[in-house]
């Protein structure tokens, strides 16, 4: 091809290229060029085409020594040992200071009894409760023994829970929660309280007196009982208050004395025709027992006129016993079942009660005679064959 140079006015000839060299076509469709920046995607190859992507490899952590760079030499080893001890040393010798600064600095002192603070007592007075610290007035705060000062005020009868606790700089603080009285318990002819997990409270008569406590006098409870013992027969005389006094027409005010000798059969004396009547509960359905009694009791007194005791316990019949007759068996009877609802019971006491008393009395009394004319029948007997013998 021909090319001509314009300063000149030459030509050159130029040769074609060779012929593998050729140009595009402008007909031909160009693929269009991928920008620069894009990074070419390597396609997956046969084996990979079925993952959706490839995982990176897991590091493996590299383990580093407990110890600094610095201290993994020799000579650095020995500079970290003498630094640990160092510390250690400094660290005791900080805690030894401050116990000896807090045994005895004056200021951590229990100068005087006023320095004790004393909460919740109302039974119990100050100096009671005080007698327990004696030996700590005059020494440190923090001598102070407070588990065994709390269990020494425990062991007052009075004391139910106590709690003794320290008050910067120089207090202490003692809360106690005293035990609740519930009834009065003859103890050898001495009356003393008891709380409902049978404890014995000691009392003067003065304070007895001036408390104005208005309970029952209750009979079974000795000191030489094991506490287990007297909680239970307590906690039974508690559901006997309970169920008697459950319509708030406070029955247990008409009793005087109840007997927890027997932890199956709960007795109790009440007031009646001027003598103590003396009334068998048993150990359930006390209500309706009760209301049994009121039902038929001045039917029982027009009877017989010397009843001592009443024996509610049965189901379909009461035991009455006479003052001066000796003790009788009890009846026969099926108990009421536990699942029975308390009316039930009385119920048919009520149907059947009016014969029941008077037939059993009856029975007794002709029993009582036939029994003595076959004594004497016997004894006259005896004497016409001893005097046939002697003739």
């Known amino acids: 091809m021909p090319k001509s140079n314009a300063q000149n006015g030459s030509a050159t000839l130029l040769d074609d290229p060779p012929g593998d060299v050729s140009r595009p076509r402008a007909d031909r469709d160009e693929e269009p060029r991928r920008p620069r920046s894009a990074r070419a995607i390597p396609e997956p190859d046969d084996d990979e085409a079925g993952e959706p992507f490839l995982r990176a490899r897991r590091r493996v ?122 009834a009065f318990v003859d103890v050898g002819g001495r009356i003393e309280l008891a709380d409902v997990n049978g404890v014995l409270l000691d009392m ?66 009440v007031p009646s025709g001027g003598t103590d009547l003396l009334l068998y509960f048993g150990q359930e359905y006390f209500l309706a027992r009760w209301r049994n009694y009121q039902a038929h009791i001045a039917q029982w007194r027009a009877q017989y006129p010397n009843l001592a005791s009443v024996d509610l316990r049965y189901d379909r019949e009461v035991v009455l016993k006479m003052a001066g007759a000796p003790d009788a068996q009890s009846p026969a009877a099926t108990p009421a079942p536990a699942a029975t609802k308390p009316a039930a019971p009385v119920h048919r006491a009520a149907q059947e009660h009016r014969s029941a008393p008077a037939h059993r009395a009856e029975r007794t009394t002709a029993a009582h005679r036939h029994a003595a004319r076959a004594r004497a029948h016997k004894s006259q007997s005896e004497k016409h064959h001893k005097r046939r013998a002697t003739a």
Request: hydrophobic share 45%; no cysteine.
């Open 204 to 269: 003067s008569p003065r304070d007895l007196a001036a408390k104005h406590y208005s309970f029952l006098v209750v009979s079974g409870i000795r000191p030489s009982d094991p506490l287990p013992q007297r909680s239970l027969r307590m906690h039974l005389y508690q559901k006997f208050l309970t169920d008697l006094d459950s319509t708030g027409e406070h029955v247990s005010a008409q009793l005087s004395e109840v007997d927890l000798s027997d932890p199956e059969d709960v007795k109790a004396t």
């Open 61 to 182: 952590p590299v383990r580093r020594g407990l110890l600094p760079v610095w201290a993994r030499s020799p000579w650095g080893r020995v500079a970290f040992a003498a630094a640990a001890l160092a510390a250690i040393g400094g660290a005791v010798a900080l805690a030894l200071a401050t116990r000896s600064f807090l045994d005895h600095d004056p200021r951590f002192r229990i100068a005087s009894p006023a320095a004790i603070q004393t909460m919740g007592n109302s039974q119990l007075t100050r100096a009671d409760l005080l007698s327990v610290f004696g030996g700590d007035v005059g020494h440190n705060l923090f001598t102070v023994p407070l588990a065994k000062r709390r269990a020494a005020l425990e062991q007052i009868p009075w004391v139910e829970r106590a709690t003794v606790m320290r008050v910067l700089p120089n207090q202490l603080r003692v809360s106690v929660v005293e035990r609740t009285p519930i």
